[in-house]
Each structure stands twice: as C-alpha cells, then as structure tokens.
C-alpha cells in the first residue's frame, strides 16, 4: 500500500539550498575541487543558477508516494 505525501515546495527547496551549500564546505573544498575564494567571489553568477536547481528540484519532490510495506 502507498501513500500520498506532500510537501511545501518552499521548506524543499531551502532544504536543497542547504544542501548545495553542505556539499560544497564539506566536500567539495576540502578535496581541492572548488576554490573556496572564487566559489564565494562568483556567488552572484552562481546563486540563481543554484534557485533554479532547487526550483527543479523542489518542484519534482513537493508530492512522492511512500510505501510503507517496504
């Protein structure tokens, strides 16, 4: 049996922009993969590529079947 479950578009895509943001500090710096001093310097040509990520994203997730006998 599944479930129908919906979700504020708004708190998923602030969830996945915290994300992004996690996986950058975290990862992706550390490793050597992004330079933190131009990531944080380009972040007016990087946020609104980053809202149409979690847009798309939010917009995918805002309803999701759950089954719950898994």
Do not use: S
Request: proline content about 4%.
């Amino acid at each position: 049996m599944t479930r129908e479950v919906r979700t504020d578009p708004e708190v998923l895509q602030h969830a996945c922009h915290d994300a992004i943001n996690l996986f950058v500090r975290e990862v992706l710096i550390p490793r050597g993969l992004v330079d933190k001093d131009r990531y944080y310097r380009e972040q007016k040509v990087l946020l609104p590529l980053q809202v149409d990520v979690t847009r798309t994203c939010a917009k995918a997730w805002t309803v999701c079947h759950i089954n719950d006998e898994v």
